[in-house]
């Protein structure tokens, strides 16, 4: 019969590798998938973070079965725990001298021998604790967290300002977002406080794209074999050093970003949580109540386009900015009911839809309509077309576009077909019919685009 394995022993057997992890997240480019791991836990340890990492990439959230529960969630049948280390702290009594409470001084007997006394002690061991990723769960909805967003990017900046003590000069004419990447670049070389080498300066660089990504914002994370020239040679504990910076710079600038966006939104009383809708129809009634030129979007024979973004919910960011072929190999549907309409206009007038399309994605990423309030176009977005009666909507994907089918009910599993027609006050809406749908999970259809373009 197996002897029972110590508690110690199945420690060392779930942390063995750890090191030749590290040494191969910078060999191997796996290191921005890590860091986005990385992005919605830096508050755990970097050994944590990486068995996680091994474990179950990209995970956001996690928790106990039981306190999932106590959030009002379950974790879904036949999903596999992610094992961390956690503090297991127990008491034991001791015995000690007594002391004098005025000369700290022992005290004596009758015999001069000192007198002893029983105290209780904390002390801490370290044991094994299994947890699961929102992802993995179901039942309520998880409470929006208040933290900083682009939603307000006047504010997110300022946010950042505050955080970083003395002004951080931002170039002009930069878009929302391009502005947000660089203040986060110069807060990060601040809290780093080491840009003058060449380490002080990648770990810097690795700390503004940990940010970004836990803000679901992108920045380039650098030359990749800049970084694996720069960490050849180094040893793994070195290594294990620097990702501990960026851990802790990251984790630090978060919570400063998220505090200081807290106070400035209760200061300016401004409310904490987006104001977009959930529906088409609402995006549509905004943009009529907002431009009055609705003829565009509800006129027979009128061309429009819709913008959707995934919600801001934990429990979907995990599949945030991932492409189609990533969602296809990890069971991941496309699915509406996880999406939000963030903009509704008219369709470009030239070109074909994969043109129209590129057009639609470089002016909602290099000149941003300012009513827009979702982040620029990226992976994961999906962009729905009515042109000539019929209406199809399109994947952004790594490389171009992918079309789906089914993502709307409307759509036919075969091709885009004409949308069912509904008066609204004596003229037809081709967007109002999507008020009320239920979700179908589409299948995916590559389409191929004139143009491409490099992973979001």
């Not at 061991?125 to 208040?146: L, M, N, R, W």
């Not at 919600?311 to 069971?331: H, V, Y």
Request: charged fraction near 25%.
């Amino acid at each position: 019969m197996a002897e029972n394995k110590t508690m110690f022993d199945r420690m060392k057997e779930l942390t063995a590798g750890l090191d030749e992890q590290v040494t191969e997240l910078f060999r191997n480019e796996n290191l921005p998938d890590f860091l986005r791991t990385m992005s919605h836990l830096t508050g755990y340890s970097l050994s944590n973070i990486l068995l996680v990492h091994r474990q179950r990439p990209f995970s956001t959230m996690l928790m106990s079965f039981e306190k999932w529960q106590e959030q009002g969630r379950n974790v879904t049948r036949g999903q596999k725990g992610i094992q961390i280390i956690t503090p297991a702290p127990y008491t034991i009594e001791v015995q000690r001298d007594r002391l004098d409470p005025r000369t700290h001084a022992p005290v004596l007997d009758s015999s001069g021998k000192p007198v002893k006394e029983t105290v209780t002690q904390e002390r801490t061991t370290f044991k094994i604790s299994t947890v699961f990723d929102i992802d993995q769960t179901y039942g309520d909805q998880y409470p929006a967290i208040e933290r900083a967003s682009l939603d307000r990017p006047d504010v997110f900046v300022d946010a950042i300002q505050k955080a970083a003590g003395e002004p951080i000069f931002i170039p002009q004419r930069l878009s929302d977002t391009g502005a947000a990447v660089f203040a986060v670049q110069e807060l990060a070389k601040r809290i780093t406080g080491r840009e003058d080498d060449l380490s002080g300066a990648i770990e810097a660089r690795l700390a503004a794209y940990t940010v970004c990504r836990y803000y679901d914002f992108e920045q380039d994370p650098g030359d990749s074999f800049e970084i694996a020239a720069w960490a050849q040679g180094k040893a793994a504990p070195e290594l294990r050093e620097s990702l501990d910076t960026i851990r802790r710079s990251s984790h630090e600038m978060i919570r400063n970003i998220d505090r200081n966006y807290i106070e400035i939104c209760q200061e300016r009383g401004l409310s904490l949580l987006p104001e977009n809708g959930d529906e088409w129809s609402r995006a549509l009634i905004n943009f009529t109540d907002r431009d009055g030129d609705y003829q565009a979007l509800i006129d027979p024979g009128a061309d429009g386009f819709a913008i959707f973004q995934l919600k801001q919910d934990p429990a979907l960011t995990r599949i945030m900015f991932m492409d189609s072929d990533w969602k296809a190999r990890n069971g991941q549907q496309i699915l509406l009911q996880n999406y939000e309409c963030k903009y509704v206009g008219q369709l470009p007038d030239m070109g074909t839809i994969p043109e129209k399309l590129e057009q639609i994605f470089t002016a909602f990423n290099v000149d941003r309509p300012q009513d827009f309030k979702g982040h620029s176009l990226s992976v994961s977005d999906v962009v729905a077309v009515y042109e000539n009666e019929h209406l199809s909507c399109h994947y952004v994907d790594k490389f171009g576009f992918k079309e789906l089918t089914g993502f709307l009910p409307e759509q036919s599993r075969e091709k885009a077909v004409p949308v069912q027609e509904v008066q609204v006050s004596g003229k037809v809406s081709v967007l109002s019919r999507l008020e009320g749908f239920k979700n179908a999970a589409p299948s995916v259809e590559p389409i191929k685009p004139k143009l491409g373009r490099d992973a979001r």
